[in-house]
């Protein structure tokens, strides 16, 4: 059987959803049959391909879907509680994984009965995250994984990892490297919360001790790990060109509402900083938005990078700003428990909070030092850094 | 004449129409335009005879505007057919900017084929225009250069009868215009020949000598009357005299984080590329993603004046605002990572640095367009100081 | 009562007392008092515990405080002997707050030694500085510790008889002090002791715990008047105040230089040493060329407020205006180039930002300090908008 | 014959002076032989040796003497148009010079007879000094030289230049050095003007044909010129250390005059960046002092470079306020014409001519970056970047 065409403009993309909510009652009250009945109707991501929730549709239609779903009133798959199963998981499985791999685990991805996390960072393997020490060793019909990961989100709520390890120590770093998918429900994972400065405990550090990985949990071939990673990573960076935020949409309108509502805290000083980064955000809604236009219109650009780059810098002094309008009011904290983050959480809380959470901004997802590397070397051609590492055999190279 | 203030509103969520925003993409009819301009000013207008020319009697490049008008036909995009012109939009008037900046060439574009076909083209005054649009008349808006754009201004000039007199200071752009558009002290905007004994421009020596400034000193000079009521005209024209500067600054940047990336690749320090050094590296990185940023916020301002958008006046402070700095640390960095070499007369990066600081400071400072974007957006300035 | 506001100055030459300045070194004296207190707080106060005391119910390092008091003797240093002191000066005080900085010791020192130190020695009240100077008695000076040093504000204290009412929030170093110094409405200096039901101090959750807050309600509390005229003895205790912290976000930024200097030439990333990167030697270069600068203006607040100096408002005002930015500076790029370990909180970095952050807006922000330069050395604010 | 003790304190020297003065009428008229009287006197340089203008006595010293001589009314050297010779020049011959060398060239120096320049960077030689090229090969007693220099300030008034040549280009480029003086007036010495972006000749190209230099203007050994380079070079940055100016002495003085003077070219933005500016020009005034008193006390310390790349900084961003607090005015400049600079003259021309020449600030006399590597490496221990030109002979070296 042929597939049916997919759609081709958002009124296309419209009449499907109008043709699948007649038969199907979005407030019904059984979510997730609504979700998997979406995902069988090849409507979960129009994007994704036939048979695996979508229908091979272009990637700017799957905004006006989603769209046409919510003015309904259907339940959604709380994408904000599993992004790196949508973000990254998902993209990774319909790029490298097999067929079987795909329709075991991307339906109950997105209907998000399962979450995912990702077990990348160790702490010897941060920018540098090809010097992974995480080993596993064949053993029959599984691998053996030892080892700790580290800056692992959603740890200790996801079913499913994507795991990268050291398969083969003497050969390069790049080399000796295998990408797998493991239970964290597996014997031997053990989820440790880690704790930031902020108080919270956002992050886990992973132990895998023994842990059983079979074969058929393996995406891509033995000593390609580094190859699929970097497809993932690609990932983390496109998502960024989603939809564009109205103006004053981040953190420039928690602080502009203040300086509207507090007139007793204006300065001169104050002033013209925040008249800057209202220039230097509003300057990023741009930028991100003309970047999303380039990828919609075909022309993925390299512009990513440096969105994250302005981003980071941006929310760091945002956050500064707010503190120096608050002034002596921002001597006090609200609360330093440890405790699991909330999502949405960040305008809630007080300025001091978003201030130290904020200089994550330069380190996770890729540090500003290695996105200017990455953008000298990628974009303006210049040469890299001189490497000693991409020749010698892991297990020679000094740590 | 009084330009009339901006009115404030009282969030900036009125400017915000609902998460659309326009094209910030070239099309391909603009690339095509941008191609022809580059290769007209490549051949004309080599750096080495911008330099020359900033010491010659004429310091304006007479035949590579008239070739701009003549050959490319590109004075009078944003005009009609029907009155004249190319009927296409204030987007491709700047990837005209863009290119012109790239080159610093010295020509009056941005007076003749920007500010003056503004306000004419805002009032439909159609004689004048159609000259304007193909080339056969400069003219030049009579305001000085370093005027904020769009803000309250008022003109010092008198009418009298059919006759006008006022000084104007720094007037860019006027150097080879026929026809000096004149706002005057009532709010009407007349035009004057400068062919006449009662019209005197007095060269002045200029921080950018590829966009030589004049004073004007009008004597009883015979007028005629364009508009009784010009002021929004002279605004909008102003506004849209930066909107579009914004994207001849980016071109500015752009040249700069070229010819930086090409120097650090040629020239060698300790028996290495300078290029092989990371610091400097990270300083082109930083550099580019500012050009990104620029090239978006240009990109808005064009579209806004191409849309005639309720939002041109921010995206116009917010271009210059951004563009401005952007420019100037372009130049800064460009000279700085040339060394010494870059700090000569017989090197392009200067004329670059003295475009973007007298770009930066045309129609406004970008800390006069912080200002003004504090009172378009309601983030308003702290209550006067108490006294002690 | 009323802090008086500083009085402008027609120049900033009448601040210039020729062109002589204070020795800006550290004497031998100093150089032994600093190996005498580094000792101590490396051996007693190692930040693994100030870490865990962040979280402790007792906030405050008791016992440090009472060995800095009992053992060394730096309690007292500026009071002179025969009013129960070391006979020594604010230099010497100021190193000890750089020590104490470069160890985040939760101790109150600033709170009593310094500011409450000096109100009392100012007045001369002789009983109470030297149960201070020995370290029997731990006093604070009921302000907000965000409130600008030196400038005009007034106290919602109020007397009635010998009872004092009123609230004051994020009072600093008062959580363990026996005493607290009260500035009234009136002008006047009051005691209070605090073992009294009618003080209640409630502990804030704070930004800097190793410097905890609270908010203090007296409730017609008992009060000893100290002095009926205290609004300039007031005054000059919290410019001495910001004089002296200066030394101690000295202290900051110098831990967090040589923290991430170590760190760099420890890590290593893609096979090579962090410190074999040039783009992050360059940025510790940077900030050496920071921290030599907060090292001068420091030390010159601190020679101003030992020689009494009238230049001292200016001096405390520039060493808080740079010191503030340099301590916040120096913690974020340690934070950032320890990359992610630096994040966490089994970390010590955070310690140094916490600190470094709140320490800023203490005693005044660098832009509330700056602005306060402005009218004492005669840069005025802008006059008001006109509006439209 | 002993020499006399040198003076131990002001008071001292300045008795040395009054006396000197009562045998000396400071303004009998011949300016040149009052100046020689006290260059035999010693009185020139108390810290210089006895016989060569000094007493030996501590640099501390030469202020005061300078200062008693001012206050009678004494003519002087002019020392601000002859800096290189008393700045580099005249150490470097006290150092490295021969005592022959010393008694010839010291004397005319220090009374201004003679004006030197230094012949040290090429267009191919800039930060990395180390590269030149200006060949000086044996031929009898003399060297024949060519090459061509750039950055040459003075040459045009110049009697005598420093100069520093490759003298064996099979070895590393350090080691095939060596360091000479130039008789600028010699055949073959062509000065010509070099215009930079102010418009001014304030430096020169020198091409140096066949120029004969006897064997006797040698400083230092065949081979040594980088040691005897290094040695200048210290005294220039040394040099930074000199008298504190008073409060707002420099550039900023110029700014805050015109902002108290304009109340119309203020604004809010302006306002802080202008305090922000104020605050670092006392800032640095103070770090400069307190290297000043550090060197008096014997205790040389590293901080003249940082000292050197903050004023570039400093004095870049005070012009470029200078410019937006003058706003439309600022797009006129004074004068473009080429023309040789006049001491003096910064203040009295155009904030754009301020703007323009102080670009030159973080390039000369080393480049903020050089100052940059220099402070990583010798005050921080950091590791310098890996050089592939030390050990491989000049010659083959890829340029």
Not at chain 1, 31 to 38: G, K, N, V
Not at chain 1, 214 to 226: C, H, K, L, M, N
Not at chain 2, 323 to 348: M, Y
Request: aromatic share 6%; net charge negative.
């Amino acid at each position: 059987m042929t597939a049916p065409a997919p759609p081709q403009t958002p009124a296309e993309a419209r009449r499907l959803v109008t043709a699948f909510l007649a038969d199907h009652d979005p407030r019904g009250g059984d979510d997730l049959e609504f979700l998997r009945a979406r995902f069988d109707a090849g409507l979960a991501r129009v994007s994704w391909p036939h048979g695996l929730g979508g229908l091979g549709a272009s990637s700017a239609l799957d905004g006006p879907v989603d769209d046409a779903f919510a003015a309904a009133g259907a339940p959604d798959n709380r994408p904000h509680s599993n992004i790196i199963g949508l973000g990254m998981a998902a993209p990774t499985l319909l790029a490298f994984g097999t067929p079987d791999q795909q329709h075991r685990w991307l339906r109950p991805l997105w209907t998000h009965e399962d979450v995912w996390c990702q077990l990348f960072s160790e702490p010897g393997a941060g920018s540098d995250l090809a010097a992974v020490a995480t080993s596993a060793v064949r053993d029959g019909d599984d691998w053996v994984v030892n080892g700790q990961k580290v800056w692992t989100s959603l740890a200790h709520e996801s079913r499913w990892a994507l795991l990268v390890a050291r398969t083969d120590p003497k050969a390069p770093k790049h080399r000796g490297l295998t990408y797998f998918v493991c239970d964290m429900d597996a014997p031997g994972v053990d989820v440790r919360p880690l704790r930031q400065i902020t108080g919270e405990t956002e992050f886990n550090e992973v132990f895998l001790d023994d842990v059983r990985v079979p074969d058929d949990q393996r995406i891509g071939e033995v000593g390609a790990g580094w190859r699929v990673t970097q497809g993932t990573l690609m990932n983390e960076r496109v998502a960024i060109g989603g939809a564009t935020p109205p103006r004053e949409g981040g953190p420039i309108g928690t602080l502009a509402q203040h300086w509207r509502e507090h007139p007793e805290d204006r300065t001169a000083g104050l002033h013209d900083e925040v008249l800057r980064l209202w220039v230097d955000a509003e300057a990023l809604r741009l930028t991100s938005a003309r970047l999303t236009q380039q990828l919609l219109a075909g022309q993925p650009g390299p512009e990513g990078s440096g969105a994250k780059l302005a981003y980071a810098s941006l929310a760091q002094r945002t956050s500064a700003a707010e503190l120096g309008v608050l002034g002596g009011e921002a001597l006090r904290y609200d609360d330093w428990t440890a405790r699991r983050p909330v999502v949405g959480d960040l305008a809630e809380r007080t300025p001091g909070f978003r201030f130290l959470r904020a200089k994550a901004n330069s380190i996770e997802g890729g540090t500003s030092e290695v996105l200017r590397n990455i953008i000298a070397e990628r974009v303006l051609g210049l040469p890299g850094e001189p490497r000693a590492d991409r020749d010698t055999p892991w297990e020679d190279l000094p740590r | 004449m009084s330009l009339t203030a901006e009115t404030p509103t009282t969030t900036s969520q009125d400017h915000v129409e609902g998460t659309s925003l326009p094209d910030l993409l070239y099309s391909d009819v603009e690339e095509d335009l941008r191609s022809s301009v580059r290769a007209l000013v490549t051949a004309r207008s080599p750096w080495s005879d911008v330099l020359a020319r900033t010491e010659a009697e004429e310091r304006v490049d007479v035949d590579l505007w008239a070739r701009l008008g003549r050959d490319l036909g590109v004075l009078g995009l944003p005009v009609a057919e029907d009155r004249g012109g190319a009927g296409a939009s204030w987007r491709e008037v700047a990837v005209v900017a863009e290119e012109l900046g790239r080159a610093v060439a010295a020509v009056p574009f941005l007076g003749s084929a920007v500010m003056a076909t503004a306000v004419l083209d805002r009032i439909g005054a159609t004689d004048l225009l159609e000259g304007l649009a193909e080339g056969a008349v400069t003219a030049a808006l009579l305001i000085p250069f370093g005027q904020l754009a769009g803000n309250t201004w008022r003109s010092t000039c008198t009418r009298d009868g059919d006759t006008v007199s006022g000084t104007v200071r720094s007037v860019a752009d006027a150097r080879v215009a026929d026809v000096l558009l004149v706002p005057t002290q009532d709010g009407a905007l007349v035009q004057v020949a400068v062919d006449q004994e009662q019209v005197t421009r007095t060269p002045v020596v200029s921080l950018d000598e590829t966009r030589p400034l004049v004073d004007i000193v009008l004597d009883r000079a015979a007028a005629e009357l364009v508009a009784a009521d010009a002021s929004s005209a002279v605004e909008h024209a102003t506004v849209v005299g930066a909107a579009v500067l914004a994207s001849e600054q980016l071109g500015v940047a752009e040249w700069c984080l070229q010819a930086t990336v090409g120097y650090l690749q040629d020239r060698r320090q300790f028996g290495r590329t300078l290029a092989s050094y990371q610091a400097l590296r990270h300083r082109c990185a930083d550099l580019w993603v500012q050009v990104t940023q620029a090239r978006a916020v240009a990109r808005y301002a064009a579209a806004c004046a191409a849309e005639d958008s309720p939002d041109l006046p921010v995206a116009a402070s917010l271009a210059q605002a951004l563009c401005s700095d952007v420019a100037v640390h372009a130049a800064e960095e460009c000279l700085q990572l040339h060394g010494g070499i870059g700090f000569t007369w017989e090197n392009p990066v200067h004329l670059y640095l003295k475009r973007a600081t007298s770009s930066a400071l045309a129609l406004g400072s970008p800390h006069a367009h912080r200002s003004k974007l504090g009172r378009l957006v309601n983030l308003p300035a702290p209550l006067p100081e108490e006294l002690p």
